[in-house]
């Protein structure tokens, strides 16, 4: 998962999600009103393994493998607070967000020339419009780059044109991002 997709997960929980697999078996099986089955389902294994992970018989219980770790993981985070998630959401579309990074930002220039890329720590509130267009791309399946461009011409716009009252026609790049982080209201 790159950095934009974490922070905007960040940006969307209120509460961490549960952090072992144990406590994450047990929230699948609260989301699934208890039933073994569809959590077996979901996860893609049979519902005597997820009883066999779930039970409280000291001798019997077994430890789900690395790729059934990750499969329970993704299974929880997809489901993890709803509402919330979309209620953040819909605030962020209407209102913006701020977008917190240090990345690798610049223009094409001379080298030695104060536009050369170099590492630059940025805030930044961008609109709903972009946090639209983050949100569709990422809901529609697109790779981090694509996302990495939103916010560069996002953040060109805001940051170093000053919303389009100086560098005009100036290509921003956007890359070795060391983190995102947004901030949602």
């Given at each position: 998962?790159g950095?934009?997709?974490?922070?905007l997960?960040?940006?969307?929980r209120?509460?961490?999600?549960?952090?072992?697999?144990?406590?994450?078996l047990r929230?699948?099986?609260?989301?699934?009103?208890?039933?073994?089955?569809?959590?077996?389902?979901v996860?893609?294994?049979s519902?005597?393994t997820?009883?066999?992970?779930?039970?409280?018989?000291?001798?019997?219980?077994?430890?789900?493998g690395?790729?059934?770790i990750?499969?329970?993981e993704a299974?929880?985070?997809?489901?993890?607070?709803?509402?919330?998630?979309a209620?953040?959401?819909a605030?962020?579309?209407?209102?913006?967000?701020?977008l917190?990074?240090?990345?690798?930002?610049?223009?094409?220039?001379?080298?030695?020339a104060?536009?050369?890329?170099?590492?630059?720590?940025?805030?930044?509130?961008?609109?709903?419009e972009?946090?639209?267009?983050?949100f569709a791309?990422?809901g529609?399946?697109?790779?981090?780059?694509?996302?990495l461009?939103?916010?560069?011409?996002?953040l060109?716009h805001?940051?170093?044109r000053?919303d389009?009252?100086?560098a005009?026609g100036?290509?921003?790049?956007f890359t070795?991002?060391?983190?995102?982080d947004?901030s949602?209201?």
């Amino acid at each position: 998962m790159g950095e934009i997709v974490q922070g905007l997960e960040r940006a969307l929980r209120t509460r961490p999600v549960p952090s072992d697999t144990k406590a994450r078996l047990r929230f699948l099986l609260a989301a699934h009103r208890g039933s073994t089955l569809r959590v077996a389902a979901v996860l893609g294994v049979s519902q005597r393994t997820v009883q066999r992970w779930v039970t409280k018989k000291p001798g019997a219980r077994r430890q789900p493998g690395p790729a059934q770790i990750q499969a329970i993981e993704a299974a929880v985070l997809e489901r993890w607070q709803p509402q919330i998630r979309a209620r953040l959401q819909a605030r962020a579309e209407a209102e913006g967000f701020v977008l917190h990074t240090r990345a690798r930002f610049g223009f094409a220039a001379a080298a030695g020339a104060s536009d050369d890329p170099r590492v630059r720590r940025i805030t930044q509130r961008l609109s709903g419009e972009v946090a639209r267009e983050l949100f569709a791309a990422r809901g529609a399946g697109e790779g981090e780059q694509q996302q990495l461009t939103v916010l560069a011409r996002a953040l060109g716009h805001a940051y170093f044109r000053a919303d389009g009252q100086r560098a005009h026609g100036v290509h921003i790049a956007f890359t070795d991002v060391e983190f995102a982080d947004f901030s949602i209201g």
